[in-house]
């Protein structure tokens, strides 16, 4: 290669050369997309779609959908609906419902309802203190019997309570823990063991459900469960317990099983 070839591949390297914005103390910087920031303490970033950056010690800034970004310890980011990021250890996340965000251990992740234009199936987010009164009494069940799961296999405690109704009209609340076996296919989760108990008795309606993995919450109902919940309740709201500050996300059963296959299939 030719030293006049050698030049033009090292410009043409250099130009194509992503920049990267730093934002210094008491600064304020909007990136847009293709842009990559670095916030420094005591700046604020608001990262636009397309935007790559890191927020570093004492930044403070918002996300929006489209947006990837890294918290660094002591940076507090408001992720959006749609941005992706990580967290680490002493950041402090507010994230809205919709945002992807990785923990990657000790980070302090608040979750928020999402905004109105982001409205879609199993987005309303409610605190424990926004729930009514039967709402949190069927949170505070599946917490407490998922003291009584049996999983030495998985290690993955989860509770459940249904409030069904019967014939008479008469409700009751019921609960359920997962069981498991030795031969796994023996086990059957929490939500089938609260529907079975709450049928038994001849409560077959159900209205309202709340369900929670005490280890790790944010799960929701298996596909086996869900056709189990499907025929008892097709219109039943289901309280998902999202984290251990009992933040609840909302569905119906039709929601989470959209199409489903039901007694008046047959």
């Not at 970033?45 to 996300?63: I, N, P």
Request: charged residues 20%.
């Amino acid at each position: 290669m030719c030293t006049q070839c050698k030049t033009h591949n090292q410009k043409h390297a250099t130009a194509s050369k992503p920049k990267v914005h730093f934002v210094r103390r008491g600064k304020t910087y909007t990136a847009g997309d293709g842009e990559i920031f670095r916030a420094q303490a005591g700046s604020t970033v608001v990262a636009q779609r397309g935007s790559t950056g890191v927020y570093l010690d004492g930044s403070t800034g918002s996300a929006y959908e489209g947006s990837t970004f890294t918290a660094q310890s002591g940076s507090v980011v408001h992720a959006k609906y749609g941005s992706i990021g990580r967290a680490r250890k002493g950041s402090t996340i507010i994230a809205n419902y919709g945002a992807m965000v990785e923990d990657e251990g000790g980070a302090k992740i608040i979750m928020r309802a999402d905004e109105e234009e982001h409205k879609v199936p199993g987005s309303m987010v409610s605190s424990y203190t926004q729930l009514s009164a039967m709402e949190r009494s069927l949170v505070d069940h599946a917490w407490g019997i998922s003291k009584q799961a049996y999983c030495p296999y998985s290690n993955y405690p989860v509770g459940a309570s249904i409030l069904a109704e019967n014939e008479a009209g008469e409700r009751r609340i019921f609960v359920g823990c997962n069981i498991e076996n030795a031969s796994y296919g023996g086990t059957v989760c929490a939500e089938r063991t609260a529907a079975f108990e709450a049928v038994k008795n001849g409560f077959r309606k159900f209205v309202t459900m709340a369900v929670v993995c005490a280890k790790s919450p944010g799960s929701s109902p298996c596909g086996f469960c869900r056709q189990v919940l499907r025929e008892f309740g097709l219109n039943a709201t289901v309280l998902n317990v999202f984290n251990t500050e009992s933040v609840v996300v909302k569905w119906t059963v039709d929601q989470l099983l959209p199409d489903s296959f039901g007694p008046n299939s047959l």
